[in-house]
């Protein structure tokens, strides 16, 4: 039975007393975690933060689906699975999310978090069955709520339904930039600008091919991320501690998949060799690496925006972000790119995540990973804020920015990079000695070339036509 007593340093404070292989202990009577969550939270208080609410929602959903299974062939009553079951269905749904206190930081190969959910569940059932909090008798956090199961199997299974289900709005993320990219391509698609490599003048450009080109970025992000999922299905749940499915019934492993297929909507599959997922984790290490992809291609068209949008008045100035907050404590009327900051700031923790998750990924010994937690913290990280920096980058900034078309043509006058259309006609040395006159002098290369005998005034405009330097060919023929 349990016992409630006061600890004496605080009377007020009612504990019942649980016990484990470690000896007994005091836990707070009116949680619902227990003796192994408690030992935990004392051991491991590294990050200030639990474990993500999608990998306990996860969690949950296969401990539902497990005790569906174990229910159905006899192995806990039914009665007991159904308790399990309605309990499973309240955490997935984020309540009693104050209870998942384990630090998301821990030794054990996820352990701790596993268990702090097996205990959460039972004392939630228990108490849907009429009883008192601890009284496992009832419903056992092991015996019943993780029969057949080990964290080995459960923890990378519910990290993969966690991912999945993350990955999904931000594939749609991605589309929806990808479409804002496209409408600016269209709406730039006549305003004539400088290009520019190494941050120097190089050939005119339409302002319109440059958004087309981060559209074309995007829409290879957007696809790998929606493949992504295809590496994701594979679950090893019933492989038990080292994926021999040792205390797990053949009858259970072939239907706990099939039902948590049901459960969550999920193309999961069955894995025909259990042990590999035990051991290996290369598969988020290639979901991270498509995710540090995505990044990095936000990191360049953040980085390419806030550049053209320098100034105003000191810098390139050729784009306008939108105006979305004021920039500066001290400076008055000043406005930062800080939608793009933002951007870049997130893709590059995205970057910094992936390392982390390489490193965990390799770490794994012989038949087990026990970094395990920090790769579910880091992917899950990357994928929630990069779900919720891209919607945000693209409403806030992307489709709001402007091009300042004179800042544009007052560039492009200026620069002797046309010099470049002179070569199939005159030769690089002629070239780019217009050109350097004209660099000198302040002058145009059309006005160099014409007044210094090269070309004809004719010629020489049907030859240095910007709109025509922009397109594959020899200008002028």
Known sequence: MRQEFSNGSDPDQKYRRETDALGPMAIPAEVYYGIHTARAMENF?????P??????????????????????LGLIPAEVAGAIERACDEIARGALADQFVVDALQGGAGTSTHMNVNEVVANLAIERLG??????????PLDHVNRCQSTNDVYPTALRIAAI?????????????????????????????????????????MAGQGFGAYAKAVARDRWRLYKAEERLREIHLGGTAIGTGLDAPKAYVFQVTNTLQ??????????????????????????SGLLKAAAVTLVKIAGDLRLLASGPAGGIGEYALPAVQAGSSIMPGKVNPVMAEMAGQTAMRVIANDAAITWAAAGGQLELNAFGPLIADSLLESLEILGRAVPLFEQRCIRGIAVNESVCREHLRRSTVLATALVPHLGYEAAAEIAG???REGLTVEHVAVEGGWLTAERAAAILNPLQVTKPGIPGE
């Not at 208080?45 to 933060?49: L, Q």
């Not at 474990?51 to 159905?72: M, T, Y």
């Not at 990955?167 to 496209?182: I, K």
């Open 45 to 49: 208080p590294v990050s200030g933060r």
């Open 51 to 72: 474990a993500h609410p999608r990998l306990i929602e996860a969690i949950a959903v296969v401990k539902k689906a497990a005790a569906r299974v174990n229910g159905k």
């Open 131 to 140: 009883g008192s909090k601890g009284d496992y008798r009832l419903v056992h």
């Open 165 to 205: 289900r993350l990955l999904r709005p931000l594939s749609e993320a991605y589309a929806s930039l990808q479409e804002a990219l496209q409408e600016k391509e269209q709406e730039f698609a006549d305003v004539l600008k400088l290009g520019r490599t190494q941050l120097m003048d190089a050939l005119p450009m």
């Open 262 to 287: 049901e459960l969550t909507g999920l193309g999961l599959a069955r894995s025909e060799f259990p042990m590999d997922g035990t051991q290996n984790m290369d598969v988020f290490v290639e979901v």
């Open 437 to 439: 006159i004209a660099r």
